[in-house]
């Protein structure tokens, strides 16, 4: 049977003066895909099937919210559990408790925990905390990464042409949106990543101004770039000779390297943490953890942070199913995912290399990104905008698809493996792309 996306064009065709971009998120828009969108109808463990009913394996996973895969049979319980006793009382809850206790025992820094809906949600809690406990202003971030689409962090996310980021000593903010509030970044400060010395030297310009410094575990909004070693440390240890706090942003990490996430991993001792994406298994729930001191002054009349849907019911319940599935076994689904995960990366590189193309595949565990590039590696926001050919990359992901392989066709974002994933679909996934490097 031919492959067909016609009543996706269809589905497509409907949403024009409804939708805009077919979608209530422009990742998911036409801008990456072409001429419109796949509509996806339903999941199920690995695989995803269209309104046509083509059937994929599926390496994107919701943008890794699905640690487990979709329509995880204990996930599915649980959500059917919590809806038909009531989907949320907006009150305090058990299971909101549950959760909490479990994430304590999970995650290094855990004192105190407190729920959200989304990563944003809870970095913007992060930053506002933050602020609120020090008295200083100032929120230093790193070039290319991603903390959420809220006014202050926004800038420096988005791929952008070399020469318009300015010096590595002076970047240029360039903010990710229009509409931002003129001054919502006087008191962002933006560095390049994985140099120690010019972070040092944004600090010694901010002498007692800077509140915070967030980065990511692992710079994930550029495809996949990890933290040169010992970098982290040395930014923590920074932090802490400063007398600034030290977040530590896992929305997209939590749950996916290591059980407590990249401080486990990498060892740290961050002052704040906050997780979103896969700590839902799928419905939104997010968290923002960390040192007792600092969480508890978003204690009534501290630092405000309401939300009707935060540590929503259904929520909770899914979450505290995921992280039951994650962590059984002595964390058997971490080793299964790193493993999946290390044998397909490494026959894609000997697939590359085979076929004569020049391409790069970096991984940390679970999360692994194609960059098709003639350098040795990506170490960095700016080498991933000088390099990285973005355009070779989305028609290489388009001719996967009728060849019943998915995944983001956007360079700048990365593929997941998950409990649910086996070497079959290792198998089927290396075959396909075989074919595509054939056809491109």
Known sequence: MPFTTEKSK????????????????????????????????????SRLFDADGNEYVDWMMAFGALPLGHAHPEIVEAVAEAASTGAHFATATSVELEVAEMLKKIIPNAERVRFANTGTEAVMAAIRLARGVTGRPKILKFEGHYH????????????????????????????????????????????????????????????????????????????????????????????????????????????????????????????????????????????????????????????????????????????????????????????????ISERLCRCLTDLFRKKGRAAIVQSVGPMFQVMLTDRPAIRDYREFCSYVDRGAFQKFVLSLFPLGVYASPSAALHSIVTLAHTEVDVDLTLAAAEKALESI
């Open 10 to 45: 269809q589905l497509y065709q409907r949403t024009l003066g409804v939708l805009i971009e077919a979608s209530s998120s422009s990742s998911r828009g036409p801008a990456n895909y072409g001429a419109y969108p796949i509509f996806m109808e339903r999941g199920r463990g």
């Open 148 to 339: 959420g689409w809220h006014d202050d962090l926004l800038v420096g996310s988005n791929v952008l042409p070399p020469a318009a980021l300015g010096l590595p000593t002076d970047p240029v903010k360039i903010p990710d949106s229009s509409g931002l509030n003129r001054t919502a970044l006087d008191d962002t400060i933006v560095v390049p990543w994985n140099d120690l010395a010019l972070l040092e030297s944004a600090i010694d310009n901010h002498p007692g101004q800077i509140a915070a410094i967030i980065t990511e575990g692992i710079m994930a909004n550029m495809g996949v770039i990890p933290p040169s070693e010992g970098y982290l440390q040395a930014v923590q240890n920074l932090a802490r000779g400063n007398d600034i706090l030290f977040i530590l942003d896992e929305t997209v990490t939590g749950f996916r390297i290591a059980p407590g996430g990249c401080q486990e991993y990498y060892k740290l001792s961050p002052d704040l943490a906050t997780f979103g994406k896969a700590l839902g298994a799928g419905l939104p729930v997010a968290a923002l953890v960390g040192r007792a001191d600092v969480m508890d002054a978003l204690q009534w009349g501290g630092v405000l942070h309401y939300g009707t849907h935060n540590g929503s019911r259904i929520g909770m319940y899914a979450a505290c199913a995921n992280l039951r599935v994650l962590t059984r076994d002595n964390n058997a689904a971490f080793r299964h995912t790193w493993k």
